[in-house]
């Protein structure tokens, strides 16, 4: 199946990397439970995917808030992390997205826009072989207003030195595409990688 884009042309791709770049969403979800099962914290599937693009920070407050909980908010990000980095072995690629990765790789400069720490989006990128293919990544740590405020991706074009009107974003979130257009960027959608 491939993934049409809209009607160029474009001086700069700026991608999300969950679930657009790599399909981790599930490996994310993961270890999600695993972190969470030992302060009895429910996270829902669906919840988790209508989260999409949140920063992991933000989740666990949205969460002790929603259940009365106290999970301590840096603890519980470092923890799933771990157990992220231990799934990191099964990761795949999106193949639609990798196609114009390798397409338009040293055509146009490309950049991760992403709501992940900067560890999890290098973990996963190095685990694929792509870390080398991105002129910019920014983080969750890198600005203040998550998705879907444009802030990132107007960071992302900004660090490029390419006008925001001239990039495409590829996101897999309501959030995401949210974000691009509040940018002033076109963006293709890219279809959410659930397993069954």
Request: charged letters at 20%; glycine letters at 6%.
């Amino acid at each position: 199946m491939s993934l049409p884009l809209p009607p160029g042309p474009f001086a700069a791709y700026l991608f999300d990397c969950d679930g657009t770049i790599v399909d981790s969403m599930p490996l994310h979800y993961l270890a999600w439970q695993r972190a969470l099962q030992e302060w009895g914290c429910e996270f829902p599937e669906d919840l988790f995917y209508a989260w999409g693009g949140r920063p992991t920070a933000d989740i666990i407050v949205a969460l002790n808030e929603q259940q009365g909980l106290s999970m301590p908010v840096a603890t519980v990000v470092e923890r799933r992390e771990s157990y992220y980095q231990e799934l990191l072995p099964q990761l795949a690629a999106v193949p639609e997205v990798l196609a114009h990765i390798h397409d338009a790789h040293r055509r146009v400069p490309f950049a991760v826009v992403s709501g992940s720490t900067r560890a999890s989006v290098t973990a996963s990128l190095s685990a694929l072989g792509l870390l080398d293919r991105f002129d910019v990544l920014v983080c969750a740590d890198d600005y203040t207003r998550a998705k879907p405020d444009p802030e990132a991706f107007l960071l992302a074009a900004e660090q490029l030195g390419v006008p925001a009107e001239s990039c495409l974003v590829f996101e897999d979130t309501d959030l995401g595409i949210q974000a691009a257009t509040a940018a002033g960027m076109a963006s293709v959608r890219v279809p959410q990688q659930r397993t069954p």
